[in-house]
């Protein structure tokens, strides 16, 4: 069994910055991509985000540079940190990972259940 758990959400004002952590556990061979989405109250969840297993960073043209994704492989970690942060980056941040349970199994998406952070004053 695979565990999804973010962490790092609160409540902070414009123009100031937050971290993000994403953690996997369980049963992991291999994880693959991990990203990060967001959906804000009345909209789709979009992209923030996405790192693949060596590195490779894609971002959401509205990041605009404020937020950078990391991640630790040795500890099947994820990281957000985001910068600058503006009343309109206010959403659940959602954790996205791409897992082999085990080896004879394939890649399979895993959820966490969510983080808020809210930006205002």
């Known amino acids: 069994q695979v565990h999804v758990v973010e962490s790092g959400g609160a409540l902070v004002q414009p123009g100031g910055s937050l971290r993000l952590s994403c953690a996997a556990s369980?049963?992991?061979?291999?994880?693959?991509?991990m990203g990060w989405y967001r959906q804000a109250p009345g909209k789709e969840r979009e992209l923030v985000a996405h790192i693949t297993s060596i590195g490779t960073t894609d971002y959401a043209d509205s990041m605009n540079g404020r937020f950078t994704i990391s991640r630790d492989n040795a500890k099947n970690m994820m990281y957000l940190q985001m910068n600058s942060l503006k009343p309109e980056d206010t959403a659940v941040y959602y954790c996205?990972?791409?897992?082999?349970?085990?080896?004879?199994?394939?890649?399979?998406?895993?959820w966490g259940q969510g983080t808020q952070v809210t930006v205002s004053s």
């Open positions: 369980g049963s992991i061979f291999s994880i693959n991509t």
């Open positions: 996205y990972t791409l897992i082999k349970p085990y080896y004879s199994a394939p890649y399979t998406d895993y």
